[in-house]
């Protein structure tokens, strides 16, 4: 009996020691009750803990007061209310495949810019939602066509250009990730009120992020691709392979870093963007050359699915190889500054 009980006991030990092993511990560094205020943290040349823009002269409304959440030049992430709601959406759509010709091999990536499996908040946002007194998001979410031709090997730009106030990223659900600001050029994340995932439409009915989103799990793992940016580059989670969250303090001035992650498929030490909880949240500036976003809008879902077929094209939209995707000042499709908005974010 002595032999059976020591034997168990060394399992138990076994086992105790394995489940410590492989737990998901994770290490978190910033105080979410006093983030730091990215309000005006904009620039014209990368910078670290700024959104190098390409169109500076911001003048667009956003939340229509200061929520309670914001204490100076800090706010509280736990005190943040959310849009009310919890909306599913079966007729998103979302895949990526892969494309290949005599030089390159492309990643293609096709939805209707709705979220798979995650819901969203109820927009536009009800009179009755405490939400309205600070933030009357009156956007309704709306289909879109999105087409991507991403490079499937990215590689560093010569010098890092600017983002638009618009679609900069992906997200594997479906969803289009924005820069961290709004269209007045404060911080949306801290001030613009968000649904439970931590999105909201714009004013052309796309749904988007401005940082990591509550809803998609693998945003809060460690080291997971969460998304790509619109040069091709990876987008991470806000914890490293040890499980230690990361900050501005770890990353360049593009908010990305170079370090041994999953990509294609294999561990390749290769560079890659990081979402993280402190502003500027996604994407600063790119240090790939990001390719043109064939996107338009589709039908509402209540009047008919949607199709992958690209929308046809007026001005431009979206983002040219080669340069600043877009002129200082300015972008196609892009009202003058100063001009209408229906809510804090810029059409694209």
């Known amino acids: 009996m002595r032999m059976i009980w020591l034997l168990f006991l060394a399992l138990l030990a076994a086992s105790v020691a394995s489940f410590a092993e492989t737990r998901d511990e994770r290490t978190?560094?910033?105080?979410?009750?006093?983030?730091?205020?990215?309000?005006?943290?904009?620039?014209?040349?990368?910078q670290r803990g700024f959104v190098m823009v390409c169109n500076t002269n911001l003048h667009g409304p956003g939340a229509q007061v200061a929520g309670p959440w914001i204490h100076g030049d800090t706010w509280d992430l736990t005190e943040k209310t959310s849009v009310q709601g919890r909306i599913t959406w079966p007729e998103a759509q979302f895949e990526i495949t892969s494309a290949a010709n005599e030089r390159v091999v492309s990643r293609i990536i096709r939805g209707n810019g709705l979220p798979v499996n995650t819901p969203t908040g109820?927009?536009?946002?009800?009179?009755?939602?405490?939400?309205?007194?600070?933030?009357?998001?009156?956007?309704?979410?709306?289909?879109?066509?999105?087409?991507?031709?991403?490079?499937m090997s990215p590689?560093?730009?010569?010098?890092?250009?600017?983002?638009?106030?618009?679609?900069?990223?992906?997200?594997?659900?479906?969803?289009?990730?924005?820069?961290?600001?709004?269209?007045?050029?404060?911080?949306?994340?801290a001030h613009e009120v968000q649904d439970l995932c931590n999105g909201h439409p714009q004013q052309e009915g796309q749904y988007h992020y401005h940082g990591p989103s509550a809803c998609l799990p693998?945003?809060?793992?460690?080291?997971?691709?969460?998304?790509?940016?619109?040069?091709?580059?990876?987008?991470?989670?806000?914890?490293?392979?040890?499980?230690?969250?990361?900050?501005?303090?770890?990353?360049?001035?593009c908010h990305g870093r170079i370090s041994e992650v999953e990509w294609n498929g294999a561990r390749q030490?290769?560079?890659?963007?990081?979402?993280?909880?402190?502003?500027?949240?996604?994407?600063?500036?790119?240090?790939?050359?990001?390719v043109r976003a064939r996107l338009g809008h589709g039908p509402q879902l209540a009047q008919q699915r949607p199709t992958f077929e690209p929308p046809p094209f007026g001005r431009p939209r979206g983002y040219f190889p080669g340069g600043p995707p877009f002129a200082p000042g300015g972008a196609p499709g892009f009202p003058p500054p100063g001009g209408p908005h229906l809510n804090g974010d810029l059409p694209m």
Do not use: W
């Open 155 to 189: 590689a560093l730009a010569a010098a890092p250009s600017c983002v638009p106030m618009g679609m900069i990223g992906i997200a594997l659900n479906g969803v289009a990730i924005y820069n961290g600001l709004d269209g007045g050029g404060r911080d949306a994340v």
């Open 218 to 253: 693998e945003q809060t793992g460690k080291e997971k691709l969460v998304g790509y940016a619109l040069d091709g580059f990876g987008i991470y989670s806000i914890y490293d392979a040890q499980g230690r969250e990361l900050t501005d303090a770890d990353l360049d001035a």
């Open 269 to 290: 030490n290769i560079y890659h963007y990081v979402l993280t909880r402190e502003y500027p949240y996604t994407i600063a500036c790119f240090r790939g050359t990001p």
């Open 122 to 151: 109820t927009f536009p946002v009800s009179i009755s939602d405490a939400a309205f007194q600070i933030d009357r998001n009156p956007n309704t979410i709306q289909q879109q066509n999105i087409v991507l031709t991403l490079p």
């Open 28 to 46: 978190d560094v910033l105080d979410v009750r006093a983030l730091p205020l990215g309000d005006g943290k904009i620039s014209t040349t990368p």
